[in-house]
Nanobody, 126 residues
Framework: QVELVESGGGLVQAGGSLTLSCTAA????????VGWFRQAPGKEREFVSA????????YYADSVKGRFTISRDIAKNTVYLQMNSLKPEDTALYYC???????????????????WGQGTQVTVSS
């Protein structure tokens, strides 16, 4: 398992932007596929986006396609989630998760990931 730390959450108005960061204290973070998930109060945790360890493939939930972009900076051991055109329904606790050499045919699920961060809160006001 790898320790993950999310940051970048906050309060933003609808239509605004935020960038979340997921940083790992491990030298081989580039060997991990990383996913972002979110959980709103009273709802199930849902997939948001993921990036394969090699960086050559990315995945997005339909609800965020065209608005969110996932990327990674290997030198900084960090994966980013750029969120634009935010909507009130994007309000949730956002988690990053890591999966060693993970590969997925379709959008991955939470059970594909073995390491999880503590989450960062994103609140979008209308």
């Amino acid at each position: 398992q790898v320790e993950l730390v999310e940051s970048g959450g906050g309060l933003v108005q609808a239509g605004g932007s935020l960038t979340l960061s997921c940083t790992a204290a491990v030298r081989t973070f580039s060997d991990y596929s990383v996913g972002w998930f979110r959980q709103a109060p009273g709802k199930e945790r849902e997939f948001v986006s993921a990036i394969i360890w090699s960086g050559i493939r990315t995945y997005y939930a339909d609800s965020v396609k065209g608005r969110f972009t996932i990327s990674r900076d290997i030198a900084k051991n960090t994966v980013y989630l750029q969120m634009n055109s935010l909507k009130p329904e994007d309000t949730a606790l956002y988690y990053c998760a890591a999966d060693l050499y993970g590969r997925y045919r379709d959008n991955p699920s939470a059970r594909d990931f073995e390491s999880w961060g503590q989450g960062t809160q994103v609140t979008v006001s209308s």
